[in-house]
């Protein structure tokens, strides 16, 4: 029997989380949130303003949490709520964050618990702004934004853009979806110091190779291992660009996507970003050939046609191998190797022929490991000679793995070069 990947201890336990919640209709979402939070393992103390309870009830938020839902200044049983709550915290969140709640943060106010737990806090605010269009274009919320971000420190997450409240249509100003807001307090909860503001390029999926309008050459390649890098290295602080072949997953939170088709168009996406980037990490399954000749019309089959023919391929740019002499010196660039035989050595050739700092390899015929599934099980080699084989894990902890490793990687090289 195969074994089962290791599931990993929730990623937020022990973290505490003050979720405060104030008064708009996206509030009902706040709810998924402190669900979401408490789910991967942080405390999650809910502040409640008085006019979001005509949205939504303490005890919804108390059902998700487990814990107490604080609505009041001075609370009972001679405890310094308006202090505790906001020393203890590792992260202050806001979601939804009305304007009339922006400007009260602006000003410093502190006449209900949430505007005390501010005051008093240090640790990191993150506000979710949730309002009408026109309301969010105003220039005093704009300017109320700003402070709150330039002066407080204050991190902004969204508003997005899409339908607002029923009767108002769609604008800006509309909170992000609950998902989104988890990503972007994760963001703050896991930020890894060696990553913060660092510039990671990914690429990933397939590339598919036009043979007529409607065929391609492709392969199997799902892009779930590139994905994956991708949404981890932005949420342990990195600044990510990922350029993808055709993948059907949706582009990660906060990761400039930038979708591709061909392996040409993946290249010159990659020449254009490389010399920025710290970290480079080539996991896509790039065709190596692909047909000489793109037919304008689709090929036909049926009498009177002579039949497809025969198709020519050309071998298409390594990238890797092209473009590694394009980056800043210091960078760190990690390469995958998916091999059916041979693996280590294959391996090994790659990462000497390729200069890579490390090299990724996996077989896709095990188990669990390779294209379109949610596991993988790699073995990964280093310039130094050292050999580590890790075992079946998803994805989304190999990704971490590897950016562990790289991070490493970085800082030993800026030790080294003084910078
Ligand atoms: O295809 P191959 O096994 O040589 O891939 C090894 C590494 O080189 C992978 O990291 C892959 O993303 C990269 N590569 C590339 N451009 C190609 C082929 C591979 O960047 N045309």
């Known amino acids: 029997m195969a074994d089962r990947p290791l599931t990993p201890r929730p990623p937020w336990e022990g973290r505490r989380v003050v979720l405060g919640v104030t008064g708009g209709i996206a509030a009902y979402k706040a709810v998924q949130v402190a669900r979401d939070l408490t789910r991967l393992g942080a405390r999650v103390d809910t502040v409640l303003t008085e006019s979001v309870r005509a949205f939504v009830a303490p005890l919804s938020f108390e059902g998700v949490t487990g814990r107490e839902a604080h609505t009041e200044l001075l609370a009972g049983e001679g405890r310094a709520l308006h202090i505790g ?32 737990t501010l005051l008093v806090t240090r640790a990191p605010v993150l506000l979710a702004p949730a309002m009408n269009d026109r309301m969010y274009g105003h220039t005093q919320s704009q300017r109320n934004l700003e402070h709150c971000r330039d002066v407080l420190g204050y991190r902004l997450a969204g508003p997005g853009v899409g339908p607002l409240a029923a ?5 800006p100003g509309r909170m992000l979806e609950p998902e989104a807001l988890v990503d972007h307090a994760g963001r703050i909860l896991g930020a890894d110091s060696r990553l913060e503001g660092r510039r990671i390029l990914v690429t990933a999926g397939p590339t598919w190779e036009p043979l007529d309008p409607v065929r391609y050459l492709g392969n199997r390649s799902s892009g779930r291992m590139g994905f994956a890098l991708a949404r981890e290295a932005w949420l342990r602080g990195g600044d990510v660009v990922l350029v993808a072949g055709p993948s059907e997953l949706p582009d990660p939170v906060g990761v400039r996507t930038v979708r591709i088709r061909t392996a040409r168009e993946m290249f010159r996406e990659v020449e254009a970003h490389i010399p920025e980037a710290d970290v480079t ?9 692909r047909p000489r000749e793109v037919r304008s019309q689709k090929t036909k ?16 740019p390594d990238i890797a191998l092209e473009t590694v002499g394009l980056k800043r010196d210091g960078a760190v660039v990690v390469g995958f190797a998916l091999e059916t035989e041979k693996l280590r050595e294959r391996a090994l050739e790659k990462l000497r022929d390729k200069d890579f700092d490390f090299i990724v390899a996996n077989d896709p015929g095990e188990e669990g490991a390779g294209f379109e599934v949610e596991t993988n099980r790699v073995l990964i080699l280093d310039r130094q000679g050292e050999e580590e084989r890790l075992p079946l894990l998803r994805k989304d902890i190999v990704a971490g793995a590897i950016l562990d490793r790289a991070a490493s990687r970085l800082s030993q090289v800026d030790v080294r070069s003084g910078s």
């Open 281 to 289: 990490i080539f996991a896509a399954a790039v065709s190596d050939f």
């Open 85 to 116: 709550l906001g020393q203890e915290a590792d992260l202050i969140l806001v979601a939804p964050a009305t304007a009339d709640f922006v400007a009260r943060a602006a000003q410093g106010r502190s006449d209900d618990l949430l505007g005390t």
């Open 301 to 316: 089959k049926g009498p009177g046609v002579s039949g497809p023919g025969p198709i020519e391929l050309i071998e298409n």
């Open 167 to 171: 009767g108002e249509g769609a604008g």
